[in-house]
């Protein structure tokens, strides 16, 4: 479940990494996605252990991110010049920087 909350927030995470931030919708719905992600989980959204749960999936996105900085800001370069990146331009821009 951490995983699954680490995933929704990393979209957040890199936008702060980048300085790019989307529009509202798309961070509210990872928000409400990771409220979905503990209500089926725990049957509530609330309370020390999806608290628990909420702060570790967002330390793991954090920590990620940062992991990956130099591959997401290269994805980000290459998209930004491209506006979309099929999986072979994917896998190049990745393996460019190994």
């Known amino acids: 479940m951490v995983d699954r909350i680490a995933i929704c927030s990393a979209g957040l995470d890199a936008q702060e990494l980048l ?21 089926d989980h725990l049957g509530d959204e609330d309370g020390a252990e999806a608290e628990a749960l909420r702060s570790a999936g967002f330390r793991k996105s954090q920590e990620m991110v940062e992991l990956h900085r130099y591959q997401i800001v290269r994805l980000a370069a290459a998209l930004a010049q491209h506006s979309e990146l099929d999986q072979a331009t994917i896998d190049a821009v990745l393996a460019d920087g190994e």
């Open 19 to 39: 300085g790019a931030p989307t529009n509202d919708i798309a961070g509210f719905s990872d928000v409400v996605k990771i409220k979905n992600i503990l209500v």
